[in-house]
């Protein structure tokens, strides 16, 4: 086993050993309490046998169960005010009385809800409560504008819904940015110079991104119900979800990963500057990537794609990219034996 490829083992291993860590660790602890009693009611109906529990529950709980299946949330449940302020009306049966405010940062909780028939706007008001002990009911279509799940993950993901144009045309715009200053410089792009990195990771980071993006396509057009359950109760954890998103959250893991061994590859095939400009095409060829199949799926035609890509990238790495060989004479990596492409010396 050569020096390279432990190396490359070792941050494989440490990196996989992290990424299970991570998922063993509990989640950061709500303000109130992790589980609350629909929770536990849900766990008993999917643990024991449904009908038997369900015919215990009180019309209450039956009712607060309904709740929490539709809106994937309850009593109990924690929220983080994004807004800079919202007002709650501190009695639902007088809304002209005076008003309260919570505001940006704050946690809350939710205390409550119900429904008014005669609401035209939104018949769900929730009542909450701050740390402030500020309490009062609002309508549930502007809650949930104004808060976030208070949990690491869903906050991430709210951040990352909310400026993704942002953060999309940053990395292709990077990623032009390094091809420009290659172009400048008389060079091709880094990735594609295989006589310094003849390493699989990156096509195996693309090809995991299409796969990502594909799943990731496929829950939010046929199953969006679960990944609005994911938002309001994540987990990086794969063994404790459902398969659709164990999938994904095990192939979003792979991609950190990958990600960090074709780091660690570029860094050790080229000079630092060299590595920087590398790394910014890799981001902006995920990046395409990811927004060709995760548009594509939704219209189906991301499923035709995505086998070709994966067969096409395995191909093009087997036909160009693969160095089994070292010339002789100049220690240039060389598809076969024969004549030295750079040198012309004869490799038998």
Sequence with gaps: ??????????????????????????????????????????????????????????????????????????????????????????????????????????????????????????????????????????????????????????IMIDTMSNSRVIWMIGLLGLGVVAFLVQKGRRRKLLLLQHDQMDSFYPLLFLILISLMATVYATIQNFMPWYWQEFYYHPSPNPAVLPLNLAVLVTIVWAVIIVFLATIDEIHHCFAFSDSVYCTLELLAFGMLVYLVFSWTTLIYIGYLLLPLFIFGSIYYYVKYVRCRYKCGHCGKRIHSKGKCPYCGSENK
């Design 1 to 154: 086993m050569n020096k390279t490829f432990a190396h490359q083992f070792m941050l494989l291993f440490m990196s996989l050993l992290v990424a299970v860590s991570s998922c063993t660790q509990p989640t950061r602890p709500v303000a109130t309490t992790s589980l609350n009693d629909t929770d536990t009611i849900i766990a008993k109906v999917m643990s024991d046998s449904g009908e038997a529990v369900i015919s215990r529950l009180s019309a209450k709980q039956i009712d607060s169960l309904n709740f929490r299946i539709i809106h994937h949330y309850s009593e109990n449940f924690n929220f983080m005010v994004k807004a800079d302020s919202m007002m709650l009306v501190p009695m639902l049966e007088d809304l002209e009385i005076d008003t309260q405010y919570i505001y940006r940062d704050e946690v809350i909780v939710v205390a409550n809800h119900t429904v008014v028939h005669g609401d035209s706007i939104d018949s769900v008001w929730v009542k909450v409560a701050s740390d402030r002990l500020a309490m009062g009911w609002i309508r549930e279509k502007d809650l949930l504008k104004g808060v976030v799940p208070d949990d690491t993950i869903s």
